[in-house]
């Protein structure tokens, strides 16, 4: 060896001579032990200089990228050994006492542990290499550990695939003015970090904007979390946007659960209907937006984070800030960035084109041919009010499409779906004793589970727009649970 450290370790203060001289003599010899019995041996001061490899280290230089041993030895750690934690465990005072370590050099594993002066100050650290033909000798271990490396890979892949927009603003189908500048203002407030809120009636397109507007930031590579804050329990809402902490309460996760904030670090989150959040979390909300931190529900450990949101409602927040429902200074913190997205009525001139657009959706979802609408048919529904507006719109093309063979549809295939609509032509009556089987209407001649269906989407859909999209209002009004409300209006594309 042309270099052998001495470790000392600190002698008591009433030990004798003799005694003093037996323990360097161990430490001595441990050391010699070490560096014989292991596959390689590195030696590390306090600012993570290599100070002394042992001879069999000095046969993995070539795979790491170095000839001689000074080319190696007097460089930081972290500079010529790829994916090391040596320099963690000087920082840091902690061993590691076994672990895999893979780099272009192999797999190996390997021990870390620190050098204390004595004071018990951390004065560098050993690194030994205790196995390297890993595909023999532990062939198990790294399999497994190849096995469980592919999983995480595989799950962090998946997840970011999942957490990616889904669209982009050239999404948003329309040339109308009032298209144009909803365009405009996204684009514009997506290079910017503060708060959006997006203002709109239920089914304008207030969700594609969010993922438009992630998708345009510097945020785009990282997760864009949604959440809808109606469609969550009240007493679940808390554990779901801010996490629970490890036992909290009886029944709860001992591992505590991450909430949505806490998975949307480092990119945004989108709360849609936030008009409906309980007063009694608006003020928690707050903090986030103004702090940047949170406590986890049952911890009083703070959390910070970084996470721009986007907010959406179809409700009218300025009246609930009036009316002691909402928040003014949560308002006034959300519309930093207001965008109103207009409804379908106010920009009929872009019926065309998003007919076009949903008719290629449907037929690529379905699996059905595309069907192309007549111009009677594009006449018939740039007439129509559209209170479910983009949303009821695509409702009617899918009912059309899917009740007839036909590959032109004309305004004769939305009868009995909208307002105004030609009756189909009804086939030639067979002779039949019933006084009136002739002369029955073409919508008695539908099946009854479709008249009635059709009746509770039109009922569904006034009182939507009756109640400005507010959907506790609207299951008040219609004398149904909130929770049967949400599946009509997924049922009808509502």
Known sequence: MPFAPVLRPAPAPSLPADLDDVLRLAAQSMFDHLAEASQGMMLLDREHRIVWISDGYKRFLPALGFDQETEFVGHRVEEVVPNTLLAQVIDSGRPILVDLLTNKAGTFVVSRLPLRDPHGEVIGAIGLVLADHTESSLQPLVQKFAHLQQQLDDARRQLSEQRRPKYQITSFVGTSAAAMEVKRQARRVATRDATVLLLGETGTGKELLAHAIHAASPRAAKPLVGINIAAIPDTLLEAELFGVAPGAFTGADRKGRDGKFAIADGGTLFLDEIGDMPLALQSKLLRVLQEQEFEPLGSNKVHRIDVRVIAATSRD???MVAA?????????????????????????DDIEALVESLSEDIARRSGMPLRMLEPDAIELLSRQAWPGNIRELRNALEQASMMSDDLHLGARHFAGLLPDAPAMAAAPAKPSSAPDAAVAPADVLRPLSEQ?????RRAIAAALAHTQGNKVATAKLLRMSRAALYEKIALYGL
Request: glycine share 4%.
């Open 324 to 348: 002691g429902e909402f928040r003014a200074d949560l308002y006034y913190r959300l519309a930093v960035l207001p965008i109103r997205v207009p409804p379908l009525r106010e920009r009929r």
């Open 452 to 456: 009635i269906a059709d009746v509770e």
């Open 317 to 319: 927040l300025s009246a």
